[in-house]
């Protein structure tokens, strides 16, 4: 009888397998013809060139980016994460040239949905990443290089048994705490009241971030424009929730 062998000790390679979830699924759905115009047309002018890994919407490995250098000036940097169709940021943007901002959004006919409203407002202190936003934020960005953090509506992932994919979590204080200045500002907002009080607890547990506001919930951020999303939770009789934190 042979000497039993050891079984081979399982590995993987970590760019193709995550080893936590992401806080979205990839959607498909077409573009209309003046999206695809807009994507196609683009030729770096919005959109960062960010390599992709193998797995979706992941980070190649090496890929980084100095603000200073895509934006070809020194200026306060906001990064929205999940931008949508950019009415946010693109309002931020024309209201605001002194400042940059970055939109982090997995979805393509988002993206280029905010290509045509930059376009149309003429604005140049607008990019755009398609790429997973906390490995942006951990990997991409230089350390200490954004100055606020942006967070609207956040997809909820309400069933429990979702509740891992939330991106609001002790880890993602962390990575935003490494992306943002000290001072910095993390601004959150939700119409999920549930997903609201996690997103408190998680924050006022993180020892790299203390409170920006007094009482329960901050203010609504007056930065933030009505979006149809945020309309439609005040149609269906949701609070919408703010919160703000300062980066220790």
Same mark, same amino acid.
């Given at each position: %009888? &042979?000497?039993?062998?050891?079984?081979?000790?399982?590995? +993987?390679?970590?760019?193709?397998?995550?080893?936590?979830?992401?806080?979205?699924?990839?959607?498909?759905?077409? %573009?209309? #013809?003046?999206?695809?115009?807009?994507?196609?047309?683009?030729?770096?002018?919005?959109?960062?060139?960010?390599? +992709?890994?193998?797995?979706?919407? !992941?980070?190649? #490995?090496?890929?980084?980016?100095?603000?200073?250098?895509?934006?070809?000036?020194?200026?306060?940097?906001?990064?929205?994460?999940? !931008?949508?169709?950019? @009415?946010?940021?693109? @309002?931020?943007?024309?209201?605001?040239?002194?400042?940059?901002?970055?939109?982090?959004?997995?979805?393509?006919?988002?993206? /280029?949905?905010?290509?045509?409203?930059?376009? #149309?407002?003429?604005?140049?202190?607008?990019?755009?990443?398609?790429?997973?936003?906390?490995?942006?934020?951990?990997?991409?960005?230089?350390?200490?290089?954004?100055?606020?953090?942006?967070?609207?509506?956040?997809?909820?992932? @309400?069933?429990?048994? +979702?509740?891992?994919?939330?991106?609001? !979590?002790?880890?993602?204080?962390?990575?935003? +705490?490494?992306?943002?200045?000290?001072?910095?500002?993390?601004?959150?907002?939700? *119409?999920?009241?549930?997903?609201?009080?996690? %997103?408190?607890?998680?924050?006022?547990?993180?020892?790299?971030? &203390?409170?920006?506001? $007094?009482?329960?919930? /901050?203010?609504?951020?007056?930065?933030?424009? %009505?979006?149809?999303? $945020?309309?439609?939770?005040?149609?269906?009789?949701? *609070?919408?929730?703010?919160? &703000?934190? &300062?980066?220790?």
């Amino acid at each position: %009888m &042979t000497e039993e062998q050891p079984r081979p000790q399982k590995t +993987h390679d970590p760019l193709t397998f995550r080893d936590k979830p992401v806080s979205f699924v990839r959607r498909g759905g077409r %573009m209309t #013809e003046s999206q695809d115009r807009a994507w196609a047309d683009d030729n770096g002018q919005y959109l960062l060139p960010i390599e +992709h890994g193998p797995a979706t919407a !992941s980070l190649g #490995e090496g890929q980084t980016g100095n603000p200073v250098e895509l934006f070809g000036r020194e200026a306060p940097l906001t990064v929205e994460i999940g !931008s949508g169709q950019g @009415h946010a940021i693109v @309002h931020a943007c024309a209201t605001h040239p002194e400042r940059d901002y970055l939109a982090v959004e997995v979805f393509q006919g988002g993206l /280029a949905r905010t290509i045509l409203g930059a376009r #149309e407002a003429g604005v140049t202190n607008l990019k755009l990443a398609e790429v997973n936003a906390p490995e942006l934020l951990e990997k991409y960005l230089p350390a200490g290089s954004v100055d606020e953090i942006w967070v609207f509506f956040p997809d909820p992932w @309400h069933k429990a048994r +979702h509740n891992k994919r939330r991106l609001i !979590s002790p880890d993602f204080a962390r990575i935003a +705490h490494r992306a943002l200045v000290p001072g910095g500002t993390l601004r959150l907002a939700t *119409d999920w009241q549930e997903y609201a009080d996690q %997103m408190r607890e998680v924050l006022d547990e993180a020892p790299e971030f &203390t409170r920006a506001f $007094e009482g329960e919930w /901050a203010p609504r951020y007056e930065g933030r424009v %009505m979006t149809a999303f $945020e309309r439609k939770g005040l149609d269906k009789g949701r *609070d919408i929730r703010d919160l &703000t934190y &300062t980066r220790v």
